[in-house]
């Protein structure tokens, strides 16, 4: 991987109907390796589809998902290549984590002494004999992590994996993906939460409702996306707006009689206002939030959206 | 942060493929509950019933004689299928419920993604998973048969005597074994294609317990054919040590008539375990 960018996973075209219900729209991208590429949407987009179907587990009507040139169920012994944590539960829940990790890793040939090895990566050890049943939420994504992490692989694709964590928890995952990431491999990740992707992410891959909205850098993407206003405080507001609106701003006022500036830059302002010898209070670039952000450009495509204003 | 020992899974894998499968389902089997409760049901169900049975009958000897001479007579030429059909008739169930849970608890717990990002080709899995619960089947069957057996020989020695050397009676012993495996699979079958416990533990135990035999009851020449090709009606004639006057296969016809019936139910389950998605 020295210097060459190539790509890891590659989705082109796929296509994934569930009866009428359409889940998955034509979808292509690809991920490259080396860091975090986020995979955002509102809930309901087909992220999870898409990674089911990625891992084989889905047969897609058309399209094809590829992970290093093959399709998954061709890989040879795929746990040492990919690393997967589903979203739902995938444990039996009277069995202990130990022998769930035990025989996944007989499957790949994968030695013993590596189960406790992911265990201790995951904290599990103390309960590793413990039924998988009696597992909170986290401990369970501990558990999926460690049996994603079991056969070394090079690639991961994790689903919702901050979800039901505590604050603790998220910042482990957080560190731990970036640590993956560095060490070269391609890490996957979906969430619903742009706010976490902004943390944890390098690349975002945005769907909604089982289409591609967006495939860009966490940073091009917020750019993009936010709309920049400038606040601007000033005892003598009717001149300063005369003024900006001759320039081609665009105005508005806010509840406290702040002016709301659109269409110009802050430094242009403040040499608007020094030339107008108008008297500041305060001149400050607004940025959108990245949640807001990501609402703006997927709110189009939300499959459900709430009733009230 | 150093994530990966890279020494401790890096290098060749250990043993061929689907050796390392059969391990594999060695260690589901062996990590569950439902796995021990039903074999230790199976051994108390067995002998108990077989000893409720034969007790109940040496008992009633001289009584039954007379009401029902068929049945006695039935009895004293085959005393070996007579004991194993008291006991092993009961103690299948546990069979038929342990062969469905095997693989419906995979679906039913979501263990079923795991086991398939493992295994993406799918019918490896199944495989493995049928070689090694037929293998535990047969063996823990066998070593209850040779008790059940010497138990029920035991009870019936003041009225009929039966020794394992008798004609066809190790067979009938080891007849055993292979029903009790074969019924392991045929519920695992039924379990990989209805996929939900409880609606293919009900199946299974209602066909075996309740339609196979009314089918007895069939009208002609024609329901006696359908009821003798019945998959357990078919494969129990493997337990019977003598041939009964009545019967419409040999022991080891019907046994092959059962594992046809099974083939073709696991072909279904495979066939439906490559296409549905999981």
């Given at each position: 991987m020295v210097g060459r960018r190539r790509t890891l996973i590659e989705v082109r075209d796929l296509s994934k109907k569930y009866g009428d219900k359409i889940a998955v729209d034509h979808l292509s991208f690809s991920v490259e390796p080396s860091k975090v590429t986020g995979f955002l949407g509102p809930n309901g987009a087909g992220k999870s589809t898409t990674m089911r179907l990625i891992l084989g587990l889905d047969r897609p009507n058309s399209g094809t998902a590829t992970i290093d040139g093959k399709p998954y169920t061709k890989l040879h012994d795929p746990l040492r290549h990919v690393g997967a944590l589903l979203e739902a539960r995938a444990v039996h829940t009277g069995r202990s984590a130990y022998n769930h990790l035990l025989y996944l890793a007989q499957t790949q040939g994968v030695p013993r002494r590596r189960v406790d090895q992911v265990l201790e990566l995951v904290g599990l050890t103390e309960v590793a004999r413990k039924r998988a049943g009696g597992f909170s939420l986290g401990m369970g994504q501990r558990l999926g992590i460690a049996a994603a992490l079991l056969g070394d692989p090079k690639v991961l694709i994790l689903d919702e994996p901050v979800n039901g964590l505590d604050p603790e928890g998220i910042l482990w995952i957080r560190n731990l993906l970036k640590a993956l990431a560095a060490e070269g491999r391609t890490i996957f990740v979906s969430s619903h939460l742009m706010s976490e992707m902004a943390l944890t992410?390098?690349?975002?891959?945005?769907?909604?409702?089982?289409?591609?909205?967006?495939?860009?850098?966490?940073?091009?993407?917020?750019?993009?996306?936010?709309?920049?206003?400038v606040l601007v405080r000033t005892p003598d507001a009717g001149k300063l707006t005369a003024g900006l609106a001759e320039e081609g701003a665009e105005i508005s006022k806010a509840e406290d009689g702040a002016l709301i500036v659109l269409g110009l830059e802050a430094p242009r302002i403040g040499e608007l206002a020094a030339a107008a010898q108008i008297v500041l209070h305060e001149l400050t670039p607004q940025r959108a939030s990245l949640e807001e952000a990501f609402m703006e450009?997927?709110?189009?495509?939300?499959?459900?959206h709430g009733g009230v204003q | 942060m150093t994530t990966m020992t890279q020494e401790a899974v890096s290098g060749k894998a250990h043993g061929p493929m689907f050796g390392r499968l059969l391990l594999a389902e060695w260690t589901k089997l062996r990590s569950v509950r439902s796995t021990y409760w039903s074999l230790i049901l199976l051994v108390l169900i067995t002998f108990g019933f077989t000893a409720l049975f034969v007790g109940l009958t040496v008992s009633q000897w001289d009584k039954s004689a007379k009401d029902n001479p068929d049945q006695m007579a039935q009895l004293v030429r085959d005393p070996a299928g007579f004991i194993f059909g008291a006991g092993i008739g009961f103690g299948q169930l546990t069979i038929c419920v342990l062969g469905v849970l095997v693989i419906t608890s995979e679906y039913s717990t979501g263990m079923i993604r795991s086991s398939l990002l493992a295994?993406?080709?799918?019918?490896?899995?199944?495989?493995?998973?049928?070689a090694v619960f037929a293998a535990v089947v047969f063996v823990i069957a066998e070593l209850i048969a040779f008790p059940t057996f010497f138990l029920g020989s035991a009870m019936l020695h003041s009225k009929v005597q039966v020794s394992l050397s008798d004609p066809g009676v190790l067979r009938a012993c080891l007849g055993v074994g292979l029903y009790l495996a074969m019924v392991g699979l045929f519920a695992l079958a039924i379990g990989g294609i209805v996929r939900h416990t409880a609606g293919s533990i009900t199946g299974v135990i209602a066909f075996v317990l309740v339609i196979a035999p009314l089918a007895q009851l069939l009208p002609g020449k024609t329901g006696?054919?359908?009821?003798?090709?019945?998959?357990?009606?078919?494969?129990?004639?493997?337990?019977?040590?003598?041939?009964?006057?009545?019967?419409?296969?040999?022991?080891?016809?019907?046994?092959?008539?059962f594992a046809l019936w099974t083939v073709v139910l696991l072909a279904v389950a495979a066939y439906l375990l490559r296409r549905r998605d999981a």
């Amino acid at each position: 991987m020295v210097g060459r960018r190539r790509t890891l996973i590659e989705v082109r075209d796929l296509s994934k109907k569930y009866g009428d219900k359409i889940a998955v729209d034509h979808l292509s991208f690809s991920v490259e390796p080396s860091k975090v590429t986020g995979f955002l949407g509102p809930n309901g987009a087909g992220k999870s589809t898409t990674m089911r179907l990625i891992l084989g587990l889905d047969r897609p009507n058309s399209g094809t998902a590829t992970i290093d040139g093959k399709p998954y169920t061709k890989l040879h012994d795929p746990l040492r290549h990919v690393g997967a944590l589903l979203e739902a539960r995938a444990v039996h829940t009277g069995r202990s984590a130990y022998n769930h990790l035990l025989y996944l890793a007989q499957t790949q040939g994968v030695p013993r002494r590596r189960v406790d090895q992911v265990l201790e990566l995951v904290g599990l050890t103390e309960v590793a004999r413990k039924r998988a049943g009696g597992f909170s939420l986290g401990m369970g994504q501990r558990l999926g992590i460690a049996a994603a992490l079991l056969g070394d692989p090079k690639v991961l694709i994790l689903d919702e994996p901050v979800n039901g964590l505590d604050p603790e928890g998220i910042l482990w995952i957080r560190n731990l993906l970036k640590a993956l990431a560095a060490e070269g491999r391609t890490i996957f990740v979906s969430s619903h939460l742009m706010s976490e992707m902004a943390l944890t992410a390098e690349h975002l891959i945005v769907i909604g409702r089982g289409r591609l909205i967006a495939d860009t850098s966490v940073r091009e993407f917020v750019e993009r996306s936010s709309k920049r206003s400038v606040l601007v405080r000033t005892p003598d507001a009717g001149k300063l707006t005369a003024g900006l609106a001759e320039e081609g701003a665009e105005i508005s006022k806010a509840e406290d009689g702040a002016l709301i500036v659109l269409g110009l830059e802050a430094p242009r302002i403040g040499e608007l206002a020094a030339a107008a010898q108008i008297v500041l209070h305060e001149l400050t670039p607004q940025r959108a939030s990245l949640e807001e952000a990501f609402m703006e450009l997927t709110s189009d495509s939300v499959e459900f959206h709430g009733g009230v204003q | 942060m150093t994530t990966m020992t890279q020494e401790a899974v890096s290098g060749k894998a250990h043993g061929p493929m689907f050796g390392r499968l059969l391990l594999a389902e060695w260690t589901k089997l062996r990590s569950v509950r439902s796995t021990y409760w039903s074999l230790i049901l199976l051994v108390l169900i067995t002998f108990g019933f077989t000893a409720l049975f034969v007790g109940l009958t040496v008992s009633q000897w001289d009584k039954s004689a007379k009401d029902n001479p068929d049945q006695m007579a039935q009895l004293v030429r085959d005393p070996a299928g007579f004991i194993f059909g008291a006991g092993i008739g009961f103690g299948q169930l546990t069979i038929c419920v342990l062969g469905v849970l095997v693989i419906t608890s995979e679906y039913s717990t979501g263990m079923i993604r795991s086991s398939l990002l493992a295994v993406p080709t799918r019918l490896p899995m199944l495989a493995a998973k049928c070689a090694v619960f037929a293998a535990v089947v047969f063996v823990i069957a066998e070593l209850i048969a040779f008790p059940t057996f010497f138990l029920g020989s035991a009870m019936l020695h003041s009225k009929v005597q039966v020794s394992l050397s008798d004609p066809g009676v190790l067979r009938a012993c080891l007849g055993v074994g292979l029903y009790l495996a074969m019924v392991g699979l045929f519920a695992l079958a039924i379990g990989g294609i209805v996929r939900h416990t409880a609606g293919s533990i009900t199946g299974v135990i209602a066909f075996v317990l309740v339609i196979a035999p009314l089918a007895q009851l069939l009208p002609g020449k024609t329901g006696k054919y359908v009821h003798a090709y019945l998959p357990t009606e078919a494969g129990s004639l493997i337990g019977k040590a003598v041939q009964g006057k009545d019967d419409v296969l040999t022991p080891w016809q019907g046994y092959g008539v059962f594992a046809l019936w099974t083939v073709v139910l696991l072909a279904v389950a495979a066939y439906l375990l490559r296409r549905r998605d999981a």
